[in-house]
């Protein structure tokens, strides 16, 4: 381990090659092919692995590293094809690593460790009328959900959440596997006012023959979807994300507490019976690195407003 | 030459400086320095040269252990590192982390019988493997191509054994690691402090020069399953190595509150991922001021210099036995006692406390006391009636032992025992045809000799199963008396083929 503490501060923290095991023993070959950008925020990443596109199934995720001083990141697979080999990852520049991801990929380059399909794949069941909720990240990942139940023959209810309408992606997507729609909007500015619950809701009452639910998205929604079907007694299935590392089982830093049983979500998950999930539990382990975090980006936004105002040649970051 | 006896050996063993406690408890540097050669030299002189060797039979994988000494002991430090690695494949490794006391020096006559300290012979394989790695010896190969392809899963010690027999055996052998650095628990689980990265890199790169490919970020099982491989990937035979991994809890209120990690986790995160060197690194620990370690094997003591490296205050183990039972290795315990751990014997958490926000603040323990052996033979701690006490700690790690990783016994159909470990028969076969498994999947946690011990028992096996001959008792040199070479071939050759029956 090289010298530790005093962060440094200095603008090369971001362009010096690091020291790392020796380059030629450690794959770096996960090419990028497509990058779409949504919104400021919001972007997709399409990634050769063929052998990955091949074993994917709905429900899986990744790991990432974005090189090679960052850190594993869990994220999950969007949508996998086959005939191209590729699968693809809609990232939300949140924290540090996924704001570094934002203005480092670009197509023709690669990712500098990608590893996976990781996590059991989602139990496509024969119900035969299900809603798949997405919102805020779950969005991107409820579609091969919805895809797999409509390929197994069921009815499928897509409800989708966005703050407005200028955020919204994959429309056609959805529209293409699903029977019916839904998009909610915070601000109302396209479909239903309100939050995913209130289509979730609406569709319950319209039905009264739903035989599944899934959701997917940050914890406080998913939350609230399994308390909206709790009365109804309808399964409902969520799909955690907890804070990882390795994503194999090995460290225990994602277990959650189903059932008033500690499981780990990276190889017994990442779906569970959203009826047993403790959601407080979980938010409760999401906060553990937050301070952290922010120090991690600040120091990020500092490198990055240094390197602006050096001389040009020395902005090499971005264009690897 | 005078014969040696245990009164005309050098009575103490050669001096191995160490770094001072007080410097290194704040530094990654390696703690013990190593022997020089004049150290080396003079420790050799203590081996007795028993004509039947107890230190042989010690070793895992019967290093000839009077044979290298001897060679060194002539100055022939090259016929000294072969010697060794006819038997053993990372000397630098396990000279450095085997539990010696158990094995070789264990029944070393000169402390059996002799009432001294026995030879240091892990120091010695120690010096040896360093000394190759700065001259960057490796043995001359004459491979002759077995057409055979094998996959490995893992790269740990046992896989790495596996792979470096076969590669030598003339298979194209490909290791698949689901980290995105190889090695194991080499890499993310001893420190640095105990085993630098360097020498990690150097034992990989040998297996490179073998010609075995390592390829990283492949989780087996999940992106391929083990049967695919024999199937559409074509390998011929598979090894698993995959370790045992997964770290276990005791579930006992409180275990999900922030602040409480695994050992696994911690030592990952420092020694995988840098997080020591965060925001440097991008892999943040969080950790507190006033640690607590549950355990006292070596992952506990790992945890718990770690813990004191990266500038915790107070850093206390909690171990429901004695120090007698205590499972980590002598001298890791020792180190850890000089830099400073305090150590609770007999005690042992039944609830962790936490605050308002979640985060852990004391743990909640109650005395033990030894009562009948149990069937492991120790002694079977016994709570003490009303003996609850509160002991702070921001930090709490899990260092109670591992349990068998779930995703191959997910995905494929190889037979797990009722513990979930994978069941093989002697030859470390498993109920799959072609696929043999070996080390911490197998047996549970163990050391990392015997993990390397198990790989090349099973690389044997796969080469029968292979119809690959074992040259073995062709060419042993001891019956011909020729030094050098055999019929041509380089002694370093033996155990390996040269002809390929099919």
């Known amino acids: 381990m090289s010298t530790r503490g005093n962060g440094g501060g200095v603008a090369g ?10 380059p030629d023993i450690v794959s770096s070959d996960f090419p990028i092919v497509t990058r779409t950008d949504f919104s400021d925020t919001t972007f997709l990443l399409e990634i050769l692995h063929p052998a990955m596109a091949k074993a994917a199934k709905p429900g899986q995720f990744v790991i990432v590293m974005v090189n090679e001083h960052g850190e594993r990141i869990p994220l999950t697979i969007a949508d996998f094809d086959r005939q191209r080999g590729t699968i693809t990852l809609v990232i939300q520049a949140v924290g540090k690593s996924s704001r570094e991801m934002q203005a480092e990929c670009r197509v023709g380059g690669t990712l500098f460790g990608m590893v996976g399909p990781m996590g059991i794949p989602s139990h496509v069941s024969d119900a035969k009328k299900v809603i798949c909720v997405g919102g805020g990240l779950g969005v991107a990942p409820i579609f091969p959900q ?7 023959g069921a009815y499928v209810i897509g409800v989708v959440g966005f703050r407005s309408a200028n955020l919204i992606f994959w429309e056609h997507k959805f529209r293409s596997v699903c029977d ?18 209130q289509g979730i809701e609406g569709a319950i009452a319209e039905h009264g023959d739903i035989d599944e639910v899934v959701a997917i998205g940050p914890p406080i929604m998913m939350r609230a979807c399994a308390e909206a079907t709790r009365p109804h007694k309808i399964k409902t299935m969520v799909s955690l994300n907890p804070i990882m590392v390795d994503g194999t089982g090995m460290c225990g830093g994602c277990r959650v507490r189903v059932g008033g049983r500690i499981k780990f979500a990276c190889v017994d998950g990442p779906d569970f019976d959203g009826h047993a999930v403790d959601f407080d539990d979980l938010m409760q382990r999401l906060k553990r690195y937050r301070p952290q975090e922010q120090q991690s980006l600040e120091q990020w936004d500092e490198n990055c407003r240094r390197l602006q105002m050096a001389p040009a040649d020395a902005a090499g970051h971005g264009s690897k | 030459m005078v014969r040696k006896t245990i009164r005309n050996i050098p009575q103490e063993r050669a001096f191995m400086p160490v770094q001072d406690p007080e410097a290194r408890a704040a530094n990654f540097d390696e703690v013990a320095l190593g022997f020089d050669e004049a150290a080396a030299l003079l420790e050799s002189e203590r081996c007795l040269m028993c004509p039947e060797p107890a230190c042989i039979a010690g070793c895992p994988v019967s290093i000839d252990i009077p044979g290298f000494i001897e060679k060194l002991l002539k100055n022939d430090y090259r016929g000294a590192y072969d010697r060794l690695t006819d038997s053993t494949l990372l000397p630098a490794v396990c000279g450095r982390v085997c539990p010696q006391e158990e094995q070789c020096e264990g029944v070393c006559a000169v402390a059996v019988s002799g009432g001294l300290e026995p030879v240091a012979i892990g120091r010695l394989e120690r010096w040896l493997g360093d000394k190759a790695i700065a001259e960057g010896w490796h043995k001359s190969r004459h491979i002759e191509p077995a057409r055979f392809r094998v996959g490995v899963v893992g790269s740990g010690p046992a896989s790495m054994a596996c792979a470096a027999d076969l590669a030598k055996a003339g298979c194209e052998v490909t290791v698949f690691e689901a980290l995105h650095a190889p090695g194991g628990v080499l890499r993310y689980g001893i420190p640095e402090f105990r085993l630098p990265n360097s020498v990690v890199d150097a ?8 010609g075995v490919e390592i390829k990283c970020n492949t989780l087996v099982g999940r992106l391929f399953t083990v049967e695919q491989m024999l199937s559409e990937m074509g390998y011929d035979a598979v090894f698993i190595g995959a370790g045992a991994g997964t770290p276990k809890f005791m579930d006992i209120p409180g275990e999900n509150l922030n602040g409480v990690l695994s050992a696994n986790e911690l030592l990952t995160r420092c020694n995988l991922m840098h997080a020591g060197d965060f925001p440097n690194y991008d892999t943040p620990l969080g950790l507190g001021k006033r640690i607590a370690v549950i355990g006292a094997g070596n992952t506990a003591m790992d945890a718990m210099r770690v813990s004191l490296r990266l500038g915790a205050e107070e850093v206390h183990c909690v171990y429901r036995r004695t120090e007698l039972e205590c499972p980590a290795r002598a001298e890791e315990l020792h180190h850890a006692q000089e830099e400073g751990i305090a150590f609770h014997w007999l005690t042992s958490p ?11 603040r004391a743990l909640r323990c109650q005395r033990m006391e030894l009562g009948e052996p149990d069937e492991s033979g120790r002694r079977r701690p016994v709570p003490v009636e009303g003996s609850e006490f509160d002991f702070e700690a921001d930090t709490v790690v899990y260092a109670i032992g591992t349990s068998p990783n779930p995703i191959l016994g997910q995905t494929s159909k190889i037979r797990l025992n009722k513990w979930g470990y994978i069941e093989t028969d002697e030859t470390l076969a498993t109920s799959l045809a072609g696929v043999y498994a070996g080390g911490d999947i197998v047996t549970g946690a163990a050391t990392v000799i015997l993990a390397m011990g198990a790989g090349r028992k099973a690389a044997e096996s796969i080469r029968q199963y292979l119809g690959i001959r074992d040259s073995a ?3 042993e040199p001891e019956r011909t008396g020729f030094e050098g070479t055999l019929f041509g071939i380089d002694l370093a050759e033996r155990n390996f083929t040269h002809i390929r029956l099919m």
């Open chain 2, 350 to 360: 039944v609830e962790l406390l936490g605050d308002a926000e979640g985060n852990v």
């Open chain 2, 473 to 475: 008792s062709v060419y």
């Open chain 1, 180 to 197: 019916e729609f839904i998009i909610c909007t915070d601000d109302g500015s396209a479909g239903l006012k309100g939050l995913v619950t």
């Open chain 1, 146 to 152: 919805a895809r797999a139940f409509k390929e197994n």
């Open chain 2, 203 to 210: 034992e990989i790169g040998q297996l490179e020069t073998l």
């Open chain 1, 13 to 22: 923290t971001i362009t010096q090659p690091r020291e790392a095991g020796p």
